[in-house]
């Protein structure tokens, strides 16, 4: 597929999602939270199209107020996540000595776990719930923004023109936002792309496990732990936010494509 191509689909799937969930925070068709017992388990119909929860409660209801819960979760994630590692892997690629080392001796203890289960065991600290997502997410997933950033501050700092500025008697923290720090944003956006749809999987599968936003208020994750004892007579309850989960994975990924191959030709050509 070509780089407008991606963007494109990417752009809309996206663009769909984040609709629904900004519509689904002032109006729903049915309130998501009301039990109707007379329609549980209803099939699609006319009257819910995506059909109805154990509960009767709307799933199109639902999926657009859990929208709201997960992409609101993963944004602040990513925004957390994404300002740590950015401060940190700035610090440490422009002083390097013992700060780096220091600093880098840490992040790949952390990276060493992967982000799911080290968010498992920060939870346990935080306590599940939306803020208790937030951060356990967002320490999770900062250690691969720093080391990204890292990287890109070693290749940017021995530059002419970063010599330049301090030949000319800026300062180090001049140095650094002024000029490195901006030429590092390329590789951050394409990572914070990509990692807004790691963040809705996991809090999904946090959700999934019981470790999320606490029932009755609605999140893809949820949903679809909800839906595990109906899986043979009732597959609509499953279907609806695992696709949703699937298509913010596609739309992130392929938008993350799309910003990499623009900002970096050759890896379009690759």
Sequence with gaps: MSRGANFILGAAISALLVTAGIVGTFWTPFNPLQLDMVNRLSPPSAAHWLGADEFGRDILSRLMAGASTSLGIAAVTVAIAVSIGTVVGLVAGSLRGRVDRLIMVLTDALLAFPGILLALALIVITG???????????LAYAPGVIRVVRSAVLSVREKEYIEASRVIGNSELYTMLAH????C???ISVFATSMFGWVILAESALSFLGLGVPPPAPTWGNMLAASQPYFENALWLSLAPGACISLALLGTNLLGDALRDHLDPRMAMA
Excluded: F
């Design 185 to 187: 944003l390329a590789p």
């Design 180 to 183: 490195i720090l901006p030429n």
């Design 128 to 138: 599940a719930g939306r803020n208790g997502i937030v951060i356990a997410l967002s």
